[in-house]
């Protein structure tokens, strides 16, 4: 039997793979390449758009209105008693929790709120810095302030901060607590509850 020396291995081995490197590169490139990632407004469209029952438009008002959000079905409805005026996908609590359920009430409205935990930090010229921070774990750089990520048509429910407000919708639960809508459809319920209309929030 013939043995080979290492030498004689190791440069028979780099021939070879010198040899199926190319196809072999090829091949994994192949592999990685993806497609391009899709704008959030794309992806909505996984979930059913909203429903708006015209019929009830002169009927509901903030003094016989009231909300369900179903954290299962990631659907908000304004309903008059047993009635629904609108439904609507929504974005809920990206972790089990974040959203709480339960029986709630408008606590607060404000067409221009901004978030005191969660935005950007920004220059003088009001120049991102670093986006999508935290106050709860990140510092400002210096010569920065912290701007608050805008929470259009605020409603909230909870002294803690959850509330209903424009966001995101990516087809799944994703805010961190918040119950985020449609622009369109935040500026709906939003005229159609006043302080003290009741949210039910179901698992």
Same mark, same amino acid.
């Given at each position: 039997?013939?043995?080979?020396?290492?030498?004689?291995?190791?440069?028979?081995?780099?021939?070879i793979w010198l040899v199926v490197s190319p196809a072999v590169d090829a091949q994994i490139f192949r592999q990685r390449k993806r497609q391009p990632m899709r704008r959030a407004t794309e992806m909505i469209n996984r979930q059913p758009q909203p429903i708006v029952n015209q019929d009830?438009?002169?009927?509901? #008002?903030?003094?016989?209105?009231?909300?369900? =959000? +179903?954290?299962? %079905?990631?659907?908000?409805?304004?309903? $008059? /008693? #047993?009635?629904?005026?609108?439904?609507?996908? =929504? +974005?809920?609590? %990206?972790?089990?929790?974040?959203?709480? $359920? /339960?029986?709630?009430?408008?606590?607060?409205?404000?067409?221009?709120?901004?978030?005191?935990?969660?935005?950007?930090?920004?220059?003088?010229?009001?120049?991102?810095?670093?986006?999508?921070?935290?106050?709860?774990?990140?510092?400002?750089?210096?010569?920065?302030?912290?701007?608050?990520?805008?929470?259009?048509?605020?409603?909230?429910?909870?002294?803690?901060?959850?509330?209903?407000?424009?966001?995101?919708?990516?087809?799944?639960?994703?805010?961190?607590?918040?119950?985020?809508?449609?622009?369109?459809?935040?500026?709906?319920?939003?005229?159609?509850?006043?302080?003290?209309?009741?949210?039910?929030?179901?698992?």
């Amino acid at each position: 039997m013939r043995f080979v020396g290492l030498k004689t291995l190791l440069t028979l081995t780099g021939a070879i793979w010198l040899v199926v490197s190319p196809a072999v590169d090829a091949q994994i490139f192949r592999q990685r390449k993806r497609q391009p990632m899709r704008r959030a407004t794309e992806m909505i469209n996984r979930q059913p758009q909203p429903i708006v029952n015209q019929d009830l438009a002169g009927v509901i #008002d903030s003094s016989n209105s009231r909300v369900l =959000i +179903s954290l299962s %079905k990631q659907r908000a409805y304004l309903m $008059t /008693g #047993d009635e629904v005026y609108i439904e609507t996908p =929504i +974005s809920s609590g %990206k972790r089990e929790g974040m959203t709480p $359920t /339960g029986s709630f009430t408008i606590l607060e409205k404000d067409p221009d709120h901004r978030s005191n935990i969660y935005g950007d930090f920004v220059d003088r010229q009001g120049r991102v810095v670093r986006a999508g921070v935290s106050l709860k774990v990140d510092s400002a750089p210096s010569g920065t302030v912290y701007r608050g990520a805008p929470m259009t048509w605020f409603m909230r429910m909870t002294w803690s901060g959850v509330g209903m407000h424009v966001g995101i919708l990516p087809g799944y639960p994703a805010s961190h607590g918040c119950i985020r809508l449609p622009s369109n459809i935040a500026k709906l319920i939003y005229d159609k509850v006043k302080i003290g209309t009741p949210v039910t929030v179901v698992q």
